[in-house]
């Protein structure tokens, strides 16, 4: 079912959508792209649009919107997040279905791309309330996910135990005897429902790891380099994290809330303390002082880490920043023109296609898991991600200076030749 999004919203949502199809079709020019292939990838396969009442709980019905959005499985099932955020709507769904696929191909995992969520902002639900929305969410979408066709995971606003409430009601609708052959329906759960080790660590670890190679690359020691980083959620904790162990040092963080600031650094786990003793907020932490929201991607700095939403970083501050890296822990943070005018400064980006895409890579080995019965340790599954990660930054490096072309470029060029090669092999039915 495709319903028609209002022409305000389509236009709010537009950007993340347009810049997305504009990557594509730049690196697909410099392959000179089958004709028909590009037909094929230029749009979703598949997109559900469900509505679902829930009852809160003062004993009121609400009525919620549920996306899910299936890009492409020429080479696996759909793997993708589901985020619950009042920004989700189809045009965010399909940029972000479209970006996986991207990511899985060019990571060399057998998966295409999805991507979904519900419009809502979780800070105005109980956690009965998101627990029943979750529930529910799960039975709409029913057979259209599955540990064969579509793996959700956590994203914005989603964890391991959003993650185990879809496990405990997709398996519900199953027979016994088929049960245990569904855990591995959405990964990125709890250790103790068939959970991973070093999953809740992936994403951020990842980014890390992408900024060790480029910094390894770079002849660059990262020790007391100065980063900063937009989102302190999973991904920008674990980040700030690993580079801090680095010895780099954490000047700034930006959140949902606002923006703090300290030049001489901000301790990360104690941070992380006062965020979990005070709803997730940043703000009032003692060790920095507030600081405009405008002022966060200006500040003095050597890498800038947005690891919140889309469209963060625009031709509006792009011209502001002073980073040489900007390492994206999230999707689609730099739009187009924002990423021309940080190229001309000759600013480096590690694109989100690469950088964070240790989360599915770790949601891969969670899947692989679950599939064979078996259970990795916690060193096995980081030792097992940095050398698949430091393979695919070696190969868009390697792509980036045969064709001369930024990073992004290449990273795309990889992706797109490996789904066009999967294409032409096969054929197209009929």
């Known amino acids: 079912m495709i319903t028609k999004t209002p022409k305000n919203k389509r236009q709010q949502k537009q950007g993340m959508l347009e810049n997305v199809m504009r990557q594509f079709n730049h690196a697909a020019d410099i392959i000179g792209l089958n004709t028909n292939i590009r037909k094929i990838l230029e749009v979703t396969n598949n997109e559900l649009v469900v509505h679902f009442p829930v009852r809160?709980?003062?004993?009121?019905v609400e009525v919620f919107t549920g996306y899910r959005v299936q890009h492409n499985n020429a080479l696996g099932p759909y793997k993708g997040g589901l985020r619950y955020h009042p920004t989700v709507d189809i045009d965010a769904a399909r940029a972000l279905a479209m970006w996986m696929t991207w990511k899985?191909?060019?990571?060399?995992?057998p998966y295409g791309g999805a991507k979904g969520g519900i419009?809502?902002?979780?800070?105005?639900?109980?956690?009965?309330?998101?627990?029943?929305?979750?529930?529910?969410f799960t039975y709409a979408l029913g057979d259209n996910i599955g540990p064969e066709l579509d793996i959700p995971a956590p994203d914005v606003n989603t964890n391991p135990q959003t993650m185990a409430w879809i496990l405990d009601t997709y398996m519900s609708t199953k027979s016994p005897n088929e049960r245990s052959k569904n855990m591995h329906v959405v990964t990125g759960k709890p250790i103790g429902v068939g959970g991973s080790e070093g999953r809740d660590r992936a994403t951020g670890y990842g980014v890390f790891l992408n900024i060790k190679f480029w910094a390894?690359?770079?002849?660059?020691?990262?020790?007391?380099?100065?980063?900063?980083?937009?989102?302190?959620?999973?991904?920008?904790?674990?980040t700030a994290y690993f580079l801090e162990k680095e010895g780099a040092v954490l000047t700034a963080v930006q959140d949902a809330y606002g923006s703090i600031y300290n030049?001489?650094?901000?301790?990360v786990e104690k941070l992380l303390a006062f965020t979990q003793a005070n709803k997730g907020s940043i703000l009032g932490y003692v060790g920095a002082l507030p600081i405009e929201n405008k002022d966060f991607f200006g500040l003095d700095c050597d890498i800038c880490v947005p690891a919140a939403l889309g469209n963060q970083i625009t031709s509006e501050n792009a011209t502001n920043i002073k980073a040489y890296l900007i390492a994206e822990g999230a999707n689609g943070p730099t739009d187009v023109e924002a990423e021309k005018i940080l190229l001309a400064k000759g600013i480096d980006i590690i694109p989100d296609i690469l950088c964070n895409s240790g989360g599915v890579i770790g949601s891969y080995?969670?899947?692989?898991?679950?599939?064979?019965?078996?259970i990795w340790h916690l060193e096995e599954v980081m030792e097992k991600l940095e050398r698949k990660l430091r393979g695919s930054f070696s190969k868009v490096l390697k792509v980036s200076k045969e064709r001369e072309v930024d990073m992004r470029s290449a990273a795309f060029i990889i992706a797109i030749e490996r789904l066009e090669q999967a294409y032409e092999q096969r054929g197209i039915f009929p």
């Open 56 to 60: 809160m709980d003062n004993g009121e």
């Open 104 to 109: 899985t191909s060019l990571a060399g995992l």
């Open 119 to 136: 419009q809502l902002q979780p800070s105005k639900y109980s956690q009965t309330e998101l627990e029943r929305i979750t529930r529910r």
């Open 216 to 238: 390894e690359n770079k002849k660059v020691d990262l020790n007391d380099k100065k980063f900063i980083v937009q989102g302190f959620g999973n991904v920008g904790y674990w």
């Open 365 to 374: 080995f969670e899947w692989l898991q679950n599939r064979n019965g078996e």
């Open 263 to 267: 030049e001489d650094g901000i301790s």
